[in-house]
């Protein structure tokens, strides 16, 4: 390893970071004593496990320099996410409520990655306790564990800058502070702000309970699809419910800059952003089309049955283009021709800055324009036509970035598939299952899909699919970065 690497400041900031995970497990610990139940001893345990081993990590790093690069910050995401798995899985694994240790890291993975995927056969099994500690890891994974800590310890205001870029995604940032922290701090208020607004909604204007709602809020706004419920939203028959998510899985695909610009009256940033504009065309269009296959016209007039079908392919499109993945509807009952279109969806993701995964539609907007504008070449060959996005030229090192990724990104799902055909998956499940892992979706077909679960698969493709979140979640780059010789390299 690189002489210059400074591994104890990474092993300080991981061990701050085990602290947060600890308080957010004592917490957990706090739902036992209002449900009266004893799964408490096992969150204390690891929670006073997490500050220990934070506490040593901390140690280690106590006057390490204050120097961090780039190869250091992007250790410490990827670490970051797997340390917090690996602790993360403890409470479900010592209470036998998930046996497996591979299951155990599946599901816990699954939660912090806003996969949503899961290996429990019957989910309303688990106590009250561990059914919040899963829908807990969705909301904390939601805006990114880092940016969170960014946002809630201010020692990490020296070196920020490189965790904080490998953490969000997409290829432009819109700057709203000059100080990391101070990002951090008002992008995690409006994630808060979504997550109590959805709570409040879904108890008193739906008919769930406290609980209920507060475990689909933390599902919905973290885009990670969680319920409490076998049959996930389903289980609600009122309409009201599933409006209110449809509403707030469509409003946390959109990137969060956004609402702190139009809570600072700066509505041109808004108006101009190409990609809200083309997050809801695409939004509208699948829906019409969608609803072209899926209503029956011979009924038609009949209200109520016209007014289910609008909704569970509202509901069903906005679950798949925000990478929610909450089934409301069987939808693999649906026309073949639909699934082409979700399937699409999930590839492409909401925005850039969102809490969702898949591309992102600012990519696929640039990438777009690329082609275009090489058409337009084609018949102008001397002419200098600039990309555009959001009224503003884009630099030709972003686009082949932007290009690389998309190219990589299709480069993963056709490996992926393989790798699942030749374990005996069908062509099609294995293309729907890899591109849910990977776009943080956890909606597939066939035996992972409405009706099934991930339960039946070998250990090792769950650790495989396990590592294609992270590498979704993460954004290709930065995980696949550290298995370069270039990246150890003085």
Same mark, same amino acid.
């Given at each position: 390893?690189?002489?210059?690497?400074?591994?104890?400041?990474?092993?300080?900031?991981?061990?701050?970071?085990?602290?947060?995970?600890?308080?957010?497990?004592?917490?957990?610990?706090?739902?036992?004593?209002?449900?009266?139940?004893?799964?408490?001893?096992?969150?204390?345990?690891?929670?006073?496990?997490?500050?220990?081993?934070?506490?040593?990590?901390?140690?280690?790093?106590?006057?390490?320099?204050?120097?961090?690069?780039?190869?250091?910050?992007?250790?410490?995401?990827?670490?970051?996410?797997?340390?917090?798995?690996?602790?993360?899985?403890?409470?479900?694994?010592?209470?036998?409520?998930?046996?497996?240790?591979?299951?155990?890291?599946?599901?816990?993975?699954?939660?912090?990655?806003?996969?949503?995927?899961?290996?429990?056969?019957?989910?309303?099994?688990?106590?009250?306790?561990?059914?919040?500690?899963?829908?807990?890891? =969705?909301?904390?994974?939601?805006?990114?564990?880092?940016?969170?800590?960014?946002?809630?310890?201010?020692?990490?205001?020296?070196?920020?800058?490189?965790?904080?870029?490998?953490?969000?995604?997409?290829?432009?940032?819109?700057?709203?502070?000059?100080?990391?922290?101070?990002?951090?701090?008002?992008?995690?208020?409006?994630?808060?702000?979504?997550?109590?607004?959805?709570?409040?909604?879904?108890?008193?204007?739906?008919?769930?309970?406290?609980?209920?709602?507060?475990? =689909?809020?933390?599902?919905?706004?973290?885009?990670?699809?969680?319920?409490?419920?076998?049959?996930?939203?389903?289980?609600?028959?009122?309409?009201?419910?599933?409006?209110?998510?449809?509403?707030?899985?469509?409003?946390?695909?959109?990137?969060?800059?956004?609402?702190?610009?139009?809570?600072?009256?700066?509505?041109?940033?808004?108006?101009?952003?190409?990609?809200?504009?083309?997050?809801?065309?695409?939004?509208?269009?699948?829906?019409?089309?969608?609803?072209?296959?899926?209503?029956?016209?011979?009924?038609?007039?009949?209200?109520?049955?016209?007014?289910?079908?609008?909704?569970?392919?509202?509901?069903?499109?906005?679950?798949?283009?925000?990478?929610?993945?909450?089934?409301?509807?069987?939808?693999?009952?649906?026309?073949?021709?639909?699934?082409?279109?979700?399937?699409?969806?999930?590839?492409?993701?909401?925005?850039?800055?969102?809490?969702?995964?898949?591309?992102?539609?600012?990519?696929?907007?640039?990438?777009?324009?690329?082609?275009?504008?090489?058409?337009?070449?084609?018949? =102008?060959?001397?002419?200098?036509?600039?990309?555009?996005?959001?009224?503003?030229?884009?630099?030709?090192?972003?686009?082949?970035?932007?290009?690389?990724?998309?190219?990589?990104?299709?480069?993963?799902?056709?490996?992926?598939?393989?790798?699942?055909?030749?374990?005996?998956?069908?062509?099609?499940?294995?293309?729907?299952?890899?591109?849910?892992?990977?776009?943080?979706?956890?909606?597939?077909?066939?035996?992972?899909?409405?009706?099934?679960?991930?339960?039946?698969?070998?250990?090792?493709?769950?650790?495989?699919?396990?590592?294609?979140?992270?590498?979704?979640?993460?954004?290709?780059?930065?995980?696949?970065?550290?298995?370069?010789?270039?990246?150890?390299?003085?």
């Amino acid at each position: 390893m690189n002489k210059d690497f400074n591994l104890r400041l990474v092993l300080k900031i991981l061990g701050s970071l085990l602290w947060l995970e600890s308080i957010f497990i004592f917490l957990t610990a706090l739902v036992s004593w209002i449900y009266s139940e004893p799964d408490w001893i096992y969150f204390v345990g690891t929670g006073i496990a997490a500050v220990g081993l934070g506490t040593a990590g901390i140690s280690i790093g106590r006057n390490a320099p204050k120097i961090l690069s780039r190869r250091e910050g992007t250790l410490i995401v990827v670490f970051t996410w797997v340390v917090f798995s690996l602790v993360g899985l403890m409470p479900f694994w010592l209470s036998g409520s998930i046996p497996s240790f591979t299951d155990a890291f599946f599901e816990t993975m699954s939660g912090f990655t806003t996969t949503g995927g899961t290996v429990l056969d019957n989910i309303e099994d688990l106590s009250y306790t561990m059914l919040f500690w899963r829908s807990l890891t =969705h909301w904390i994974g939601g805006l990114g564990i880092v940016v969170i800590s960014l946002a809630l310890l201010p020692m990490f205001s020296f070196s920020g800058i490189q965790l904080f870029g490998a953490e969000i995604g997409g290829p432009t940032k819109d700057k709203i502070h000059p100080k990391i922290t101070e990002t951090a701090k008002r992008l995690g208020a409006i994630y808060v702000i979504l997550t109590l607004a959805a709570a409040l909604l879904l108890r008193f204007c739906g008919d769930m309970g406290w609980y209920d709602a507060v475990c =689909h809020a933390l599902g919905t706004v973290s885009s990670g699809g969680c319920s409490t419920k076998a049959v996930g939203i389903a289980y609600w028959t009122s309409p009201v419910v599933h409006y209110i998510i449809i509403v707030f899985m469509m409003l946390s695909g959109i990137s969060f800059s956004l609402y702190y610009f139009a809570l600072k009256g700066r509505w041109s940033k808004v108006k101009n952003n190409d990609e809200l504009r083309y997050f809801f065309a695409v939004f509208a269009i699948a829906v019409f089309v969608v609803l072209l296959f899926v209503v029956d016209f011979g009924q038609i007039s009949n209200f109520s049955v016209l007014e289910r079908s609008v909704r569970e392919v509202l509901f069903q499109v906005a679950a798949m283009l925000t990478t929610t993945g909450f089934f409301l509807t069987d939808f693999t009952q649906w026309n073949q021709a639909t699934w082409i279109i979700l399937l699409i969806l999930m590839i492409s993701g909401a925005s850039a800055g969102s809490t969702t995964g898949g591309i992102k539609m600012v990519r696929l907007v640039i990438v777009c324009k690329y082609c275009y504008y090489e058409f337009k070449h084609m018949i =102008h060959p001397n002419a200098v036509i600039p990309i555009t996005y959001s009224r503003q030229a884009i630099k030709s090192d972003v686009v082949t970035r932007v290009l690389a990724f998309v190219l990589l990104y299709l480069m993963v799902v056709a490996f992926g598939a393989m790798v699942l055909s030749l374990s005996g998956i069908g062509f099609s499940e294995s293309i729907w299952t890899m591109v849910s892992c990977l776009g943080g979706v956890g909606s597939s077909i066939g035996t992972v899909g409405p009706d099934g679960n991930f339960s039946a698969l070998s250990d090792f493709l769950k650790w495989f699919l396990a590592f294609v979140m992270l590498l979704g979640r993460l954004e290709l780059f930065t995980v696949l970065l550290i298995f370069t010789p270039v990246f150890w390299k003085k």
